[in-house]
């Protein structure tokens, strides 16, 4: 699940900086970064240290499987550094979790993982056990209610991003995708994104050829693509004019195709 849907479950909050890592051991900042992440916010000090007794910091050099859709879910994966990405059955990429994000929450009262998850170069993971996840949230009251909320959150926004694909061409679900981006980022006129491109696809539903096609549109606004994994957004009002056109000539004016396109637009966005 991504974090920005989590914080805006519960109050809104900024997620924390956790660009700067040391370059030796950095496994040794992350139950200081792990206390910053919301919802362990809500746990004190004596709670946290019980938390993580046990738990595993893990390191990619390379990409790496995390665990396989239908394996036993034995952890909680908190995503500290990096990006890991979910993948469907077929091996699609799903969704994208950057740091700081959490993953397998719904998973922990399954039993199961509905997803595979795949750590990309360079991610520094904490794996904390489903036992002492499960007596956090049995001793927490205030923590066992924000799971409930990061849950809530996920499906909310599985059923915002599938009424997107149903109802918005790639071209709006990207310029969305990057104005949403932008905002949470506080960006007002320029913005740089780095975020591998194949998750950015995986998320919208894209494939690979038509998130190519879709990012070339936005050229036109401004939108670069300066390598592999980074995209610039050179002027936000440009992004976001086009969108609204782009909106407008989708089809007649007044049609109900269009109105379900802007519904659907407006949901994705949460608006």
Known sequence: MRLDDAVSA???????????????????????????????TLLSGDQLNDLVAGAEVLQFTETTPLFDAQDPADALYVVLRGTVVLLGPDGVIIDGIGAPGILGVADLFSGRHMFGAEAMAGPLVMKLSRS???????????????????????????????????????????????????????????????????????????TPAHFARSLTRLTEAGVERRNRNTIVVNDISALRGLLQGELGVATQDGSTAQHKQLAAYRTFRNV
């Open 10 to 40: 519960m109050r809104r909050a900024p997620p924390p900086g956790f660009g700067r890592w040391p370059r030796r051991r950095p496994e040794r900042l992350a139950l200081d970064r792990l206390s910053q992440v919301p919802p362990f």
């Open 132 to 206: 002492a996840v499960l007596g956090a949230l049995e001793r927490n009251g205030a923590l066992a209610n924000a799971f409930l909320g990061l849950i809530a959150a996920s499906t909310q926004s599985l059923a915002n991003a599938l009424m997107a694909q149903r109802c918005l061409t790639g071209v709006q679900r990207l310029a969305g995708f990057l104005l949403d981006q932008a905002e949470l980022a506080g960006a007002d006129h320029s913005f740089v994104l780095d975020i591998p491109k194949k998750v950015i696809a995986g998320q919208l539903g894209m």
